[in-house]
């Protein structure tokens, strides 16, 4: 490099260092001050941790850092000169360790967790674009906040059902749909405790319409049935249907129908409840305001893919791949029903949307919950969450746009395959055989 570069990058250095030394003392007297006064403790300890964990590590770093440079020039010198030895000698010396650190941290907190460790190339590959699309869909949460906002506006008389809702993002639904005064059905799994929860978070006096519980396992394709029946007894017309109940990379289990337990939960269940209860949908549809059926499933299903050799993991199973697979399946039953409603001229439209990264129990086979704070920190809470899904079920902007996929209430790309109706359609024929469905929909 020319000796002018090398100075002006050694005086952006200095201008750096100093920069952050001014910032550095600034908080140090800030937080001194406010310990002094034990005012606002938490701001104190969020500048204490600023402070030992980036600003004092950036400022010994950059105050080196010509030393290192010199290092590196006179090695990359020789490496250019043919001395590649010294330029692997230098990786070794200096990225080696960090390389090694990264991968240690790494195992540990896996292993701290109840997720299962990779077993193969494979899963671990999966994992990696999991974290990966983790990672991107908390930045497209952060960039994209301003846009994750939705009205709400009574609605009296209509009603909406729900699955799961007892907790996490769905308790949060639960809480705007009563807003917008509307009849809440909630299909849980234990009715008692679920409203101890619900009247705990959300007090009686304080939600303008009315909620219901029945019991519902998603799981159990016996208890989507009965849960089913329940309601059409009750209900001539149903305006929103919300499939949200889920469970993400949980261990390998069959349920009592045979089917692998993430895709019983996450799709098969909600695709039979969706099939008996389409009569009541239609009926609440009308030609300017369609019911809407709303399927929460999520970023990974772009990483998702359908593997009908495999479809339970009998041959092989891995708890994000499976996770994936569920979410993709819910992509790809709304593309395909959104084109059976517009064949059959029906005044219903479905949506798929994906909440966001969110700080719920969703994770508890999750690795995230070695570092509790790094959730509460970095991921949308539970109320951020709901907007979305609330969004998809009520937003006037969206009539007319059944068949898409939102995320922080915006239109999102999706997977390739669901922009290939014969693989939605091979998908949607095969779990019909698979729920012994004939016409979807329509009364067997
Ligand atoms: N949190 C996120 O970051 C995130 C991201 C993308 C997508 N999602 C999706 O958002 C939805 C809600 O997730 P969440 O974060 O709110 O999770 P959560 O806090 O763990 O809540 C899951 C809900 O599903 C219910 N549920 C689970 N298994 C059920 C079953 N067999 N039958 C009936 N209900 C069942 C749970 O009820 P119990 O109390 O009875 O277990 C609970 O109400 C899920 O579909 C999830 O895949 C979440």
Partial sequence: LPDRAIKKSRSAQISTVR????????????????????????????LWRLNFCFLFPCVCLLKTWPLHQGKLLNLCEKATR???????????????????????????????????????????????WFQYHGVRGLAEDRINSRYNVVELFKQPGRVAVMTGGNRGIGLKIVEKLLECDMTVVLGVRNVESSRRAIAKEIPEEKSAGKLFLEQLDVGSMDSVRKFAAEIKKKYRKIHILINNAGIMAAPFALTEDGFESQMAINYLGHFLLTHLLLPEIVAAGEADRHSRIVNVSSCVHLMGDIDYENF?????????????????????????????????????????????????????HSSSTVIPWFKKALFKNPEQGSRTVVYAAISPKLEGKGGSYLSNCRLHRTHPMAKDPAACEKLFDYTKELLKIGDFGLPQ
């Fill in 19 to 46: 920069l952050l030394l001014s910032i550095r003392r600034c908080s140090v007297a800030v937080e001194l001050f406010l310990s002094l006064h034990r005012l606002l403790p938490w701001c104190s300890r969020v």
């Fill in 312 to 364: 339970h993991g009998s041959k092989s199973y891995y708890g994000a791949t499976a996770y994936n697979q569920s979410k993709l399946a819910q992509i790809l039953f709304t593309k395909h029903l959104q084109g059976l409603l517009v064949d059959r001229k029906l005044p219903v439209q479905v949506h798929a949307c994906h909440p966001g990264v969110v700080d719920t129990d969703l994770f508890i």
């Fill in 82 to 128: 043919g001395h590649p030895t010294e330029m692997l000698l230098f990786l070794a010396v200096y990225v080696g360790p960090i390389v090694v650190a990264g991968i240690s941290l790494c195992i540990l907190y896996f292993m701290k967790s109840s997720k299962e460790l990779p077993k193969n190339w494979d899963e671990l590959v999966t994992e990696a």
